[in-house]
C-alpha cells in the first residue's frame, strides 16, 4: 500500500454517533406480511375505509410482482435478498396515556432521545424557525408548531391524522404521483406504511418557517415505512426537510419510504434531505439500512418548480432517484445531491427529469463521494416529451474518489423526442491527493480538517442550496463520517 | 541557538536516497539561498523540512528552535513556524481563498492558544497583504488556486506568507514561471518580510531572482550535500562557471584537505 493510501485510509474512519437504542415499551406486530398485518395497521391508524382498500389493492400488487421476481435488480447494488416475512411492519411505542395531546403526554425517554439526536421538542428548547414532525418507528410522536400554522391554513401534521382529518385531500393526492403500481418498494410501502408527514400549503401562502420531519427508527427487526406527501396550492411556497438516523444493529433494517410532491401553478416546493442512516459497521460491513425510497414530484401547474436537495450520508445502501415530472409550462426541477459511500456502503442515486410542458428546464448537480470500499454509482434521466417544445436540460456529475478501493460509477440516460430540447451534459471524476491534503497541512490545518475542506469544497454548489442550520449541519455530518483517528 | 540547525541530513524517497549528508546553520534574519542544478534534492530538502510524509530520514537531526523538527507532523511544523512556498501550488476546488487564508491563520492561532477570527476579524489582516502583493478582491474570492495563472500561483503562495508571518519561510523556487513584473511583484512581498526575527530560504536554480532577493549567504546543493557555501558573489560566480565547475573545485578543494 502506497504512503498515499495509507493517509486516506487513517482519515476516513469515523464512528456513527447517533448508534444509541432508547428503552421504551413498544406495541408491535408480530413478524410477517399478509392481509391480517395490513389490516391492523389500518385499524390501529384508525383510517377510513378507502385507505384500507388502496392498501389492500397495493398488497395484492405487491404479491403479483413477488411471484414474478419484481424486485428491482438494475441497480449497481449487492446484497442478500430480503426475507419479507421476517420483518415487523408496525412497532409504536406504547403511549403512557392513550394518544398523547401534548408534549407532556409523550414519553420522556422519546423526548430525551431527540434532544440527544439535538432536535429538542419541548416548547423552550425547539428550534427556532423550524416546525418538527418526530416520527419514532411506525408514529409520529410530536409535531411542533401545528397550530401556529394552522392560522395561516398550513396543514402540517402525521399522516395518519391526514388521514382521519383531511381524507378528501388525502383521497385526492394519494398515489396520484407515485401510483402504488409505481415498482415493488413502492407497492409495498402503499401497503404498509405507517406514518410520515402531510403538508397543504393553501392558494397564496409563503410558509414562514421550514418544516421538518425528523425519522427515528429505534425498535430492533422492524422496518420503517414512511409516506409524505407535499401539496403547494397555486402561487405558494414551502421549504421541507427531512432527516433520518437508527441505532447500531449487526442486522439490516429496511427503509422503504414514498414521498410524493404536488405543486400546482407559480407553486414552489423545496424539499431537502439530509440523509444519516446507521451506515453499518465500518469494518465487517454488517447491519445497516437498506435505504430503498421512492420520491417523485409533479410540477403540475404553469410557472411551477419543486427543488430536490439530498445529502446522502448514511445507509449501508441507498437505492434513491428523486424525481420531477414537468407538466405545467416552463416549470423547473432541480436535482442538487451529494452522496456519500465510505466503508462498504453503496448508493445507487440520481433522478429523473421528465419534461412534458414548454418550456419547461432541469438543473441536475450530482457530487458522489466514495471512499474506503465505497461504491457510488449516479444514475440519471433526462426525458423530453415530443410535447416539450423549448425544453433545456443542464447536468453536471462529478465524482471524488478517497482512495484507491472505492468506486465511481456513472449512467446518464437521455431520451428527447423534441428536436428544441437543449441538454447539456457534464461529467468529471478525480482523486484527494496525498498533495492536496499535504498543502492544507502545511498551512497548519489537521488532516482531517484538510479532508474536510477539500470535500466540503467539492460539495460547495450543493451544500449552498440547503436552508441555513441544515447546510452546517451536513458540513458536520460529512466530517464526522470522514473523521478517523490521526496516525 | 540558531533557528534552524540541519546535521548530516539523510533522506530517501522510494527508496533512493537524495540527501546524502546535509549540514546547514541558519539564524534568524537571514536569507540564505540554496542554487544546484535540477534534480539535486533542492525539493526534497524542503518537503524534509515541511515534514511531508513520503520522504524518509535515514540519518541525522534538525533543530528548529532547539526542537526536534523531525518528531513534528506536517501541521505542527507549520504551527511552530515553518512555511514553504511551493513549487507548484495546489488548487482546492470550491474553496475560497479568503475561507482558506482565515482557516490556516486560525489553525496556528489555535495553537498558540489564540483568539481565532470571524470573518469580520480577518478583513484588516488580509487587506494590508493584498496591497503588498498587488492583488484585487476578486483573487479573495476566487478558489485556492483554481485558474490562477503561473505568476498568480507565486503571488498567493507569497500572500500566505505574508499572511501567516512564518519563523521560517522555504521558497521553493518561487521565481520559476514568472515575467519580470510578477517577479518584482513577488520580491518585494518577500523583502517586506525580511525581519530580524525570521528567517528566509530561497531555492531557485536562477541567479536572476537574487538580483531582486539578495541573500547573505549561498549555498550550492549537488547530489544531496552542500558543496559550496559563500556571500551573494557566489550566486555570480556559478552564473559563470555553472554549476559543473563549482562542484569540480570543490572536489578538488575537498580531495585537497
Ligand atoms: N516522489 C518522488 N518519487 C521518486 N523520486 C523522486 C520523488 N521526488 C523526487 N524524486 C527524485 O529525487 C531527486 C531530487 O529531486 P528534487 O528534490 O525534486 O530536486 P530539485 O528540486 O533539486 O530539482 C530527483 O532525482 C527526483 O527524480
Ligand atoms: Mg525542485
Redesign the interface.
Known amino acids: 500500500m502506497s504512503?498515499?493510501t495509507k493517509?486516506i485510509d487513517s482519515l476516513v474512519e469515523g464512528e456513527y454517533k447517533w448508534g444509541f437504542v432508547t428503552e421504551v415499551e413498544s406495541d408491535s406486530a408480530p413478524k410477517g406480511l399478509n392481509e391480517e398485518t395490513i389490516r391492523l395497521i389500518s385499524t390501529k391508524k384508525n383510517e377510513p375505509e378507502f385507505m384500507l382498500q388502496w392498501r389492500l389493492k397495493a398488497f395484492r400488487h405487491w404479491l403479483k410482482l413477488e411471484k414474478q421476481e419484481a424486485e428491482p435488480k438494475w441497480a449497481n447494488i449487492k446484497y442478500d435478498a430480503i426475507d419479507y416475512q421476517d420483518i415487523i411492519y408496525y412497532s409504536a411505542p406504547k403511549p403512557k396515556k392513550a394518544g398523547p395531546k401534548s408534549l407532556d403526554e409523550v414519553d420522556p425517554e422519546i423526548l430525551l432521545a431527540y434532544e440527544k439526536l439535538g432536535l429538542p421538542l419541548n416548547e423552550q428548547k425547539r428550534l427556532a424557525g423550524v416546525a418538527v414532525d418526530a416520527v419514532f418507528d411506525s408514529v409520529s410522536v410530536a409535531t411542533t408548531f401545528q397550530a401556529k400554522l394552522a392560522e395561516i391554513g398550513i396543514i402540517f401534521c402525521p399522516f395518519t391524522e391526514a388521514a382521519q382529518r383531511y381524507p378528501e385531500l388525502v383521497k385526492k393526492y394519494l398515489g396520484s404521483v407515485v401510483p402504488y403500481s409505481d415498482n415493488f418498494f413502492a407497492a409495498l410501502n402503499a401497503a404498509v406504511f405507517t406514518d410520515g408527514s402531510f403538508v397543504y400549503v393553501p392558494k397564496g401562502v409563503r410558509c414562514p418557517m421550514e418544516l421538518m420531519t425528523y425519522f427515528r427508527i429505534n425498535a430492533a427487526d422492524s422496518g420503517q415505512f414512511e409516506r409524505t406527501l407535499i401539496i403547494a396550492d397555486e402561487d405558494s411556497y414551502v421549504s421541507y426537510l427531512e432527516g433520518c438516523t437508527a441505532p447500531t444493529r449487526d442486522k439490516n433494517q429496511l427503509h422503504a419510504a414514498v414521498v410524493e410532491l404536488v405543486a400546482h401553478d407559480n407553486a414552489e416546493i423545496k424539499y431537502s434531505t439530509v440523509q444519516n442512516w446507521y451506515p453499518g459497521d465500518p469494518v465487517t460491513g454488517k447491519g445497516g439500512i437498506y435505504n430503498f425510497v421512492t420520491k417523485r414530484g409533479k410540477c403540475e401547474g404553469v410557472n411551477s418548480k419543486i427543488s430536490w436537495t439530498q445529502v446522502e450520508t448514511g445507509a449501508a445502501i441507498t437505492w434513491k432517484y428523486p424525481s420531477v415530472i414537468l407538466q405545467g409550462d416552463n416549470s423547473v426541477g432541480e436535482f442538487y445531491s451529494v452522496a456519500l459511500s465510505n466503508h462498504w456502503q453503496q448508493a445507487d442515486t440520481g433522478t429523473k427529469m421528465i419534461h412534458i410542458g414548454k418550456n419547461t428546464r432541469s438543473t441536475i448537480i450530482a457530487k458522489g463521494i466514495s471512499a474506503g470500499h465505497g461504491q457510488n454509482t449516479y444514475r440519471g434521466g433526462v426525458k423530453v416529451l415530443k410535447s416539450a417544445v423549448g425544453a433545456r436540460n443542464y447536468t453536471q456529475c462529478d465524482s471524488l474518489l478517497v482512495g484507491d478501493k472505492c468506486g465511481a460509477h456513472t449512467f446518464p440516460y437521455i431520451e428527447a423526442k423534441n428536436s428544441t430540447a437543449r441538454i447539456e451534459h457534464e461529467a468529471s471524476t478525480s482523486k484527494v491527493?496525498?498533495?492536496?491534503i499535504?498543502?492544507?497541512?502545511?498551512?497548519?490545518?489537521?488532516?482531517e480538517?484538510a479532508l474536510s475542506?477539500?470535500i466540503?469544497?467539492?460539495?460547495?454548489?450543493v451544500f449552498r442550496k440547503l436552508p441555513m442550520e441544515f447546510a452546517v449541519e451536513a458540513q458536520k455530518l460529512l466530517s464526522v463520517s470522514l473523521e478517523g483517528s490521526?496516525g | 541557538m540558531s533557528l534552524l540547525e540541519i546535521r548530516n541530513l539523510h533522506a530517501k524517497v522510494e527508496n533512493h536516497e537524495i540527501l546524502k549528508g546535509l549540514s546547514l546553520t541558519v539564524n534568524a534574519g537571514e536569507v540564505h539561498s540554496i542554487m544546484g542544478p535540477n534534480g539535486s534534492g533542492k525539493s526534497t530538502l524542503a518537503q524534509v523540512l515541511?515534514r511531508?510524509?513520503?520522504y524518509l530520514v535515514t540519518e541525522g537531526e534538525v533543530l528548529l528552535d532547539g526542537k526536534d523538527l523531525l518528531a513534528m507532523?506536517?501541521?505542527d511544523?507549520?504551527?511552530e513556524g515553518v512555511?514553504?512556498a511551493?513549487q507548484y501550488?495546489?488548487?482546492?476546488?470550491?474553496?475560497s481563498n479568503v475561507y482558506?487564508l482565515r482557516?490556516?491563520?486560525n489553525?496556528?492561532r489555535k495553537?498558540h492558544g489564540k483568539k481565532e477570527l470571524d470573518a469580520m476579524d480577518f478583513i484588516p489582516f488580509y487587506k494590508e497583504k493584498m496591497k503588498l502583493l498587488e492583488v484585487d478582491e476578486s483573487f479573495m474570492t476566487r478558489?485556492v488556486n483554481e485558474g490562477f495563472s503561473g505568476g498568480e500561483k507565486k503571488r498567493n503562495e507569497i500572500l500566505?506568507m505574508a499572511l501567516?508571518e512564518p519563523k521560517l519561510a522555504i521558497l521553493d523556487e518561487t521565481d520559476s514561471g514568472l515575467d519580470i513584473d510578477a517577479m518584482r511583484i513577488v520580491a518585494n512581498g518577500v523583502n517586506a518580510m525580511r525581519s530580524p526575527d525570521r528567517a528566509i530560504i530561497v531555492i531557485t536554480h536562477y541567479q536572476r531572482l537574487l538580483d531582486y532577493i539578495v541573500p547573505d549567504f549561498v549555498h550550492v546543493l549537488v547530489d544531496g550535500r552542500i558543496v559550496k557555501s559563500g556571500g551573494k558573489e557566489l550566486a555570480l560566480t556559478l552564473e559563470e562557471q555553472g554549476y559543473v565547475g563549482v562542484e569540480a573545485e570543490a572536489s578538488a578543494t575537498a580531495v585537497a584537505v
Open positions: 504512503t498515499d493517509i491527493g496525498d498533495d492536496q499535504f498543502y492544507l497541512q502545511q498551512r497548519g490545518l489537521p488532516k480538517d475542506m477539500i466540503n469544497g467539492f460539495c460547495k454548489q490521526v | 515541511a511531508r510524509e513520503n507532523k506536517p501541521e511544523a507549520a504551527c512555511f514553504m511551493f501550488p495546489i488548487e482546492i476546488a470550491g474553496i482558506f482557516a490556516a491563520l489553525a496556528i495553537y478558489s500566505q501567516l
